[in-house]
């Protein structure tokens, strides 16, 4: 497995409280992402990050935020979570100096209910 | 048109045929072309990992490329229940940028 944590595994929110999520490394990889997904979608990236306080938008990034202070971690908050929100959220990580830089390592997904 | 076009299925199979799936692609700079497996509330492994055109074989899975009809397969031989998942394409022009198929479900029965 991947060096890839991510908390809380399950959460059980209510409709317009804030939601951040943890992803935690240990592979030292630049890139780091959040995708969501969901029934009939498929994976959808939310944002990324290719550095320390690198980020960048991904095709799903209404509602969430990001952030990045340590090679390690990355957070994504729901800033008010809505029940459009509940899914289940995968962090990943990738890096182009590997011999396979071009794909990424999933982690175990957080299950997320907004209520 | 969509980036990556995959057949959701699902697939159902006796135990021992040979499992085939297939993506489609829109995108000729895509260079890297990977699948995954991904069993029910688990996340997405790394299946097989290809780069440009031809085929990789490892154990009972061989994965092809055909960047000229813009086509990607996967087939595992053999197959076993335990190959019960939802193996998903994805797909790289070399930016870091993966884009995926939506999956698609296999059902091995013994």
């Known amino acids: 497995d991947a060096g890839i944590t991510q908390s809380p595994r399950h959460k059980v929110t209510e409709t317009g409280t804030p939601v951040t999520l943890r992803c935690h490394q240990t592979?030292?990889?630049?890139?780091m992402y959040w995708y969501r997904q969901d029934p009939g979608h498929g994976l959808r990236l939310i944002h990324y990050?290719?550095?320390?306080?690198?980020?960048d938008k991904g095709e799903v990034s209404d509602g969430y935020s990001v952030s990045r202070s340590k090679t390690e971690d990355f957070l994504l908050t729901l800033e008010s979570a809505t029940s459009s929100q509940t899914s289940v959220y995968f962090c990943?990580?990738?890096?182009?100096?590997?011999?396979?830089?071009?794909?990424?390592?999933f982690g175990e997904g957080s299950w997320l209910t907004v209520v | 048109q969509k980036e990556v076009e995959q057949d959701p299925g699902p697939l159902s199979v006796p135990e021992g045929a040979i499992v085939s799936l297939n993506c489609t692609y829109s995108?000729?700079?895509?260079?890297?072309f990977m699948w995954y497996r991904q069993y029910s509330r688990k996340g997405p492994e790394l299946l097989m990992y290809?780069?440009?055109?031809g085929n990789k074989e490892d154990g009972r899975f061989t994965a092809q490329v055909d960047k000229s009809s813009k086509y990607i397969s996967l087939f595992i031989r053999d197959s076993q229940p335990s190959d019960s998942a939802t193996y998903l394409c994805?797909?790289?022009?070399?930016?870091?940028?993966?884009?995926f198929g939506k999956g698609n479900q296999v059902v091995v029965i013994p």
């Open positions: 990050s290719y550095g320390v306080k690198d980020t």
């Open positions: 592979e030292n990889h630049r890139y």
């Open positions: 290809t780069y440009s055109s």
């Open positions: 990943a990580i990738s890096d182009p100096g590997q011999s396979s830089g071009n794909t990424i390592y």
């Open positions: 995108n000729s700079a895509f260079q890297y």
């Open positions: 994805a797909m790289s022009a070399g930016n870091n940028r993966l884009a």
